[in-house]
């Protein structure tokens, strides 16, 4: 094909298009309830869940938390907007409102809990004296540290009134069902959005030694939740017992999606995975390496391989530069490739935000820092700064979506040709 990079594109909306909530929400909705039906929710596809579970029950009474610029027209559910990925007063306020209204719910009440990816900023009760402040100050130095999604959640856990549990817990003796579209690695309910509807028998010792661990500084308060006990429920707690927890879309079913679009043009489709977790500039290197492996193998008339992976990567924050994962694995990759001919790629977050940024992500082709170098971009100098959402601007190879109303996480899609 003479310009990979629109099929890449095509590639990455056909992943997102199959985890939109409109398409997979309305399979796992039982008949409307008898009694009193409550939803509630949280997350950056939260808003969409809701439209989804209005337009196959109508108007329902509810409140759904999610990002800024994600919400959605709803008739009965109240839509709330804060900020991801560090919290915010809005979120703190609309969560202590959610909590107030499954305070008063009787046995023969229903729940339906929307999850998503985005849930654990945007659901937010500090736990003890523990400020919104100083939670937020824990939340952002998390996020520069490199640890991975699942250390992240742990200590978000245990400083919460709201997670681990604790909003299922909330609504008791209420019945719930929990749907939730997945974004972390293994599709662990309890890693998603923190588990505000699952139970963890993890310890807040545990979440101690992440921080630790990160070299993470604790305000006093958030030291002193960690010395007691843990208001994260336990697995095996009477009040999780009324509690389903159902995955309604997840990462490997997006990659399958693309996949197949890959194969109906002939190419070979090699999936690595849909849980790949570590340093996005380490996994780029190790992704390139693989690449030019598999171009020197391929003879003139092959057909092309198309790599799909998937999962969430983390960046240790080391310079004052604007980037993310995905724009960070694409930068790395374009370097360790150094110009080589037939090989394109694309990596974007399927929630189209990669790290803080209104940016899904990045493409890169063999002339990627021939152009960068004629717009005066160093690719080391960006990579060194974290600066990779300014270096693919400046060649115009960021991909912009806005807001997709979804979150599978990463979407990673290498296209080798032979013959190069």
Do not use: W
């Amino acid at each position: 094909m003479s310009d990979p990079i629109p099929f890449l594109r095509r590639l990455f909306d056909r992943a997102v298009a199959v985890a939109d909530p409109m398409q997979s929400l309305h399979r796992a909705l039982p008949e409307r309830p008898e009694g009193r039906l409550v939803v509630v929710g949280a997350g950056k596809a939260s808003a969409r869940m809701a439209e989804a579970v209005e337009a196959v029950y109508g108007p329902c009474e509810g409140l759904v938390i999610t990002r800024y610029g994600y919400a959605r027209p709803c008739r009965g559910i109240e839509i709330v907007e804060a900020a991801h990925p560090v919290p915010d007063k809005a979120g703190m306020e609309a969560s202590a409102r959610m909590l107030e209204m499954l305070g008063d719910l009787g046995e023969g009440d229903m729940v339906l809990a929307l999850i998503s990816g985005g849930a654990s900023a945007l659901l937010v009760q500090p736990a003890g004296a523990i400020t919104l402040e100083e939670k937020q100050a824990v939340n952002a130095a998390l996020l520069a540290s490199g640890a991975a999604i699942g250390q992240m959640n742990l200590v978000r856990k245990h400083l919460s009134r709201v997670k681990g549990g604790q909003l299922a817990a909330a609504a008791y003796p209420a019945r719930m069902l929990a749907l939730m579209i997945s974004d972390v690695p293994g599709d662990d309910p309890a890693m998603i959005g923190s588990g505000p509807t699952v139970g963890d028998d993890s310890t807040p010792q545990e979440a101690l030694a992440v921080l630790e661990r990160h070299g993470i500084d604790l305000p006093r308060a958030v030291a002193d939740v960690l010395a007691g006990p843990s208001g994260v429920v336990r697995p095996d707690d009477p009040r999780l017992e009324r509690v389903a927890n159902v995955i309604v879309a997840a990462p490997a079913q997006s990659l399958e999606a693309a996949a197949e679009i890959a194969r109906q043009e002939g190419m070979t489709v090699r999936v690595m995975g849909d849980a790949l977790e570590g340093e996005a500039r380490e996994l780029g290197r190790d992704h390139a390496a693989l690449a030019l492996e598999i171009r020197d193998a391929l003879a003139p008339g092959d057909a092309p391989v198309l790599l799909l992976s998937g999962g969430e990567l983390t960046v240790t924050r080391r310079g004052e530069g604007v980037g993310g994962p995905n724009a960070e694995y694409a930068l790395a990759l374009a370097m360790a490739l150094e110009g080589a001919a037939g090989i394109h790629a694309l990596a974007c977050d399927t929630d189209g935000v990669d790290g803080a940024a209104e940016v899904a992500g990045a493409h890169i082709g063999p002339d990627t820092l021939q152009r960068a170098r004629a717009a005066g971009m160093d690719a080391a100098r960006a990579l060194a700064q974290n600066d990779a959402h300014s270096f693919f601007a400046a060649i115009d190879g960021q991909v912009v979506t806005g807001p997709t109303l979804t979150n599978v996480n990463d979407f990673r899609a290498i296209l080798i040709a032979p013959g190069a």
